[in-house]
């Protein structure tokens, strides 16, 4: 289930909001590296699914890929199992472009 910022929020307790605040008024560095965590978190979720055929991907297969595409302001990730799926993912995108 996805969660609104404004959500959690309203569920916080009263005590935890009382450490965000005091946190972000010393710098925010709590914060800040929770924040980075839980982001680094959910781009590895993206790297175990093969993004063509759904396969999942082991970590420790060397057979394993990872592109990075889209303009400097939107990247966006792709991982796949293969070079086959690579290739038919690489073909797609060719073929959308040229619509």
Do not use: W
């Amino acid at each position: 289930m996805k969660y609104r910022l404004r959500e959690v929020m309203d569920a916080l307790e009263y005590e935890e909001l009382l450490k965000m605040k005091s946190d972000l008024d010393s710098g925010g560095f709590h914060l800040k590296k929770f924040l980075a965590d839980k982001l680094h978190e959910e781009e590895k979720k993206h790297l175990e699914q093969c993004s063509n055929c759904h396969a999942e991907l082991e970590p420790s297969n060397t057979n394993n890929m990872t592109i990075v595409f889209g303009p400097q302001d939107f990247r966006k990730k792709a991982s796949f199992c293969g070079f086959d799926c690579l290739e038919y993912f690489v073909k797609e995108l060719k073929e959308l472009k040229r619509r």
